[in-house]
């Protein structure tokens, strides 16, 4: 074996010189995002004294629940280099079909056909996508379309009330409502998964080169399909939380959901190419719109604004990253 | 020889704390073909850069034709008559041959662009360059080489006087490396500085008149390319003599064959039969369009073939996915190491380890500490110049030091059989050398190898016996004791560029 050590400061300066940029571009991808979000928290506990209460904190995270959970698979998905646009009107359509059989099947039942529902919907996307080869912007958009449609002329655009199914804000701990308490549950075993995972592993191994990925052994179609899948579970499980939290459901019902998500997932770092991101730039990410939205609530600014608020934010975020990385990436 | 069109004095540049040029002095005359070599590292990247200003230098003057000039971004470079063409090719595929040339230039009348005299200006430079091109085709219709005259042909449009050209026969076949080549010549013939910047010293001696080498970031040789030899660049080069030895190893004949192939055939070759016995290293040599980078995806599962067998450790094989070939013991290196081999977003330990994640997980979970590991056993081995902890990024490594960490890939693996596609492309002259080392172990070991190749050095350096393949099919078989650059390019019919 090779055993020539010429030791001369040529490497090891390389060597030094590289820990140091791998420092400076790990360190503020989830950094500046901190810090913003502190920037945030400081800014509205300064203009409204009831913000950094305990109340207004759950508040905050039941408020962002469904797209929590949404965000969650819509991470996996990102940083496979893929998206999933159908979360919205899936959500939509989950709840209506627990709406139609809650009385004629029961509670568990009816949830039990309604999560089927949702993973349906992914299995169809992941079909697409994955066997047929159409890409997944298209895909979804597609799935977008055609299940918004079908909530609307199924549901007749009225509103349909949801009786006995308000497990959502039951509050069994800390006063912290059970849907809240799922999204926390979900963020946590998707960052797990993605991070310890070869599940989770293979899906950033496809995100940062899907033909070395495949090249690697990694059955690259068979992930994107099961990331699909995990995605219309979470449908599912945004579609009934959505049920529960307003007891009713329409033909609006989770209208936008998917452009909170890919805000979200993006705010939090994950990029649009794929390979990189984490579940916990996620949660900060969403956390930014959630207390932007919390915050100007509680200023008695008017929720249009909010989503200007919100689409600024994200722009100027995403700006922001563009110029760290033009400074990063300088040679 | 004419006057010095450029002159470059004490050029520094630093990035942080760490100076890359540390003074460097290079002079471009005018009709001069200079070859500029270096290791990856060397400062090649970050001079070509500063002289087509997209740098600033941070001391030291760049002079074109006698006056200081200080180049604020690409536009003034153009300006003053300096042209770059870069690696990767830059065109708009889409979009017709004479467009193309004239992309950035095109002429106009009222308004609208003029495709009458645009045509005719891409005819004029086509025919400058003494070749012709069909100025109507879409360029993603034309072949690598083709689409590399056209942004040559772009280079001379506008008073361009300085042409400075990176590793441009990187990805041609030799016959369009060979038009290459005169053409160079005919743009020095009419005036025009060529900087020609490449790692092939074979390239140096047929088209150089001057070869200048760039070691950390000084010239450590600038001489007329009829005062060296090729020993005394690559001692420029490396610092150091670098033994050029054979590593062949002979083939072990009594040992069954582990992978055997008999008839296989796809639309890119047909009829490829040999066999591999462990112990031993198996080249198949074939120029680009010959089949051999085809033939290898076939024999690790990438590629389908659709005739004849292909037999592992004697039973009959047909890979679906690369995960079968890898579970019958069969590991690879890929031609093309940034589209498919590296990880980019992904740490050495997690590189490597890829195709083993399976094997070091625990009920679908990783273990981190154990990917860690993976890596420590490979990195004192392979000789892989990074920190041993595996937790950079693969991106942040030198090609050769990236291609170690892909082939440790298969040894954490266990794969015995290893399908290697062009294991030297890219990988500067040290690195070559360590990596020919460590095949040579692998197979003295017991590993059973193929070296797919376009490049003849892999196989005169370390082949047990070579096949070579002209399109499509096998037209030689090469014994060991008669394996020499000649024999090569004589069996695959044509001569190395000259």
Excluded at chain 1, 141 to 158: C, E, K, P, V, W
Excluded at chain 2, 232 to 261: C, D, F, K, W, Y
Aim: charge should be positive; aromatic fraction near 6%.
């Amino acid at each position: 074996m090779p055993d020539n050590l010429q030791s001369e400061a040529g490497p090891m300066a390389d060597l030094e010189r590289n820990r140091n940029r791998a420092a400076i571009r790990k360190a503020p991808e989830s950094a500046a995002l901190l810090a913003f979000l502190i920037a945030e928290i400081v800014f509205f506990s300064l203009s409204s004294p009831y913000f950094l209460t305990w109340g207004n904190w759950v508040n905050v995270f039941t408020a962002l629940s469904i797209t929590g959970v949404l965000a969650a698979g819509g991470t996996m998905l990102l940083i496979a280099g893929q998206f999933d646009l159908s979360v919205g009107s899936g959500v939509a359509f989950v709840a209506l079909v627990l709406a139609l059989s809650i009385d004629s099947l029961g509670v568990l039942p009816a949830s039990m056909l309604a999560m089927l529902v949702g993973v349906c919907i992914g299995l169809v996307n992941g079909f697409l996508v994955t066997k047929i080869g159409v890409n997944a912007l298209i895909t979804t958009l597609g799935t977008l379309a055609i299940f918004r449609g079908l909530t609307q002329s199924i549901g007749g655009g009225r509103n349909i009330q949801i009786a006995n199914f308000d497990w959502a804000i039951w509050r069994p701990f800390l006063n912290i409502p059970l849907s809240a308490l799922v999204f926390l549950l979900v963020a946590i075993m998707v960052g797990i998964v993605l991070r310890r995972s070869v599940f989770g592993r293979s899906i950033y191994a496809i995100g940062a080169n899907e033909n070395a990925a495949r090249l690697v052994g990694i059955r690259t179609k068979g992930v994107v399909f099961a990331g699909f899948l995990l995605s219309g579970a979470f449908i599912g499980l945004g579609g009934l939380i959505s049920a529960s939290q307003l007891g009713s459901t329409s033909g609006t019902t989770g209208l936008g959901l998917e452009l909170a998500v890919v805000t979200a997932v993006i705010l939090g770092g994950t990029s649009l190419k794929g390979g990189t991101g984490t579940m916990f730039g996620t949660v900060i990410g969403l956390l930014i719109v959630g207390v932007l939205n919390n915050g100007l609530t509680l200023m008695n600014v008017n929720s249009s604004w909010q989503q200007a608020a919100t689409g600024l934010l994200l722009i100027l975020a995403v700006s922001f990253d563009q110029l760290r990385q033009r400074l990063v990436g300088r040679r | 020889m004419t006057a010095d069109f450029l002159a470059v004095r004490g050029i520094r540049k630093s990035f942080g704390p760490i100076e890359v040029l540390h003074g460097m002095n290079l002079d471009l005359p005018a009709g001069t073909v200079t070859a500029l070599l270096g290791e990856n590292g060397a400062g090649k990247s970050t001079f070509v850069r500063i002289l087509a200003g997209d740098h600033m230098p941070d001391g030291g003057t760049i002079s074109v034709d006698g006056a200081i000039a200080s180049f604020r971004g690409v536009g003034d470079a153009r300006a003053a008559g300096i042209r770059l063409i870069a690696q990767e090719i830059a065109d708009a595929p889409t979009l017709s041959v004479a467009e193309n040339i004239l992309l950035g230039a095109w002429p106009t009348r009222a308004g609208l662009v003029d495709h009458r005299a645009m045509r005719e200006l891409a005819r004029q430079a086509l025919e400058m360059l003494g070749t012709d091109l069909p100025l109507e085709a879409k360029v993603a219709s034309l072949r690598l080489g083709e689409r590399q005259i056209i942004e040559i042909a772009r280079s001379t449009i506008g008073a361009s006087k300085c042409i400075i050209f990176d590793e441009a026969t990187a990805a041609l076949s030799d016959a369009e490396a060979r038009k290459l080549f005169q053409l160079i010549r005919r743009l020095a013939v009419r005036g025009v500085a060529i900087l020609y910047i490449t790692h092939r010293l074979d390239e140096v001696f047929a088209l150089a008149d001057r070869v200048c080498v760039l070691r950390d970031g000084r010239v450590s040789l600038d001489h007329a390319t009829g005062d060296v030899t090729q020993d005394q660049v690559i001692e420029a080069m490396v610092g150091r003599a670098v033994a050029n030895a054979r590593h062949a190893v002979p083939p072990s004949t009594a040992a069954p064959p582990v992978l055997e192939a008999t008839g296989l055939g796809s639309a890119s070759f047909s009829d490829v039969s040999f066999a591999l016995r462990p112990g031993e290293i198996l080249g198949v040599y074939g120029k680009v369009g010959s089949g051999v980078q085809e033939l290898s995806s076939s024999l690790v599962g990438a590629r389908a073939f659709h005739e004849g067998t292909l037999y592992v450790e004697g039973s009959p094989r047909h890979f679906r996915h690369p995960a079968d070939a890898i579970a019958a013991g069969i590991g690879h290196l890929s031609a093309d190491r940034a589209a498919d081999g590296l990880l980019p977003t992904m740490t050495l330990a997690e590189n490597l380890s890829a195709p083993s994640w399976g094997r070091l997980a625990r009920r679908g979970f990783v273990n981190r500490r154990k990917l860690r590991q993976a890596y420590g056993r490979w990195h004192r081995t392979l000789h892989i110049k990074a920190a041993a902890s595996g937790e950079q990024l693969i991106t942040e490594l030198s090609g050769g030091n990236q291609q170690k960490v892909l082939l440790g890939r298969w040894l954490e693996a266990g794969s015995k059989i290893l399908v290697l596609s062009e294991p030297t492309r890219g990988v500067d002259v040290g690195a070559r050398q360590e990596i020919y080392r460590v095949l040579a172990g692998l197979a003295a070991k017991g590993h059973a190898i193929v070296v797919a190749t376009s490049d003849y050095e892999d196989i005169t350096a370390v082949a047990s016996r070579a096949l070579v393949m002209v399109r499509g099919r096998m037209v030689a078989e090469i014994p060991h004791e008669r394996i020499s650059t000649e024999a090569l390019t004589e069996a695959a019919g044509g001569g190395v560029h000259a």
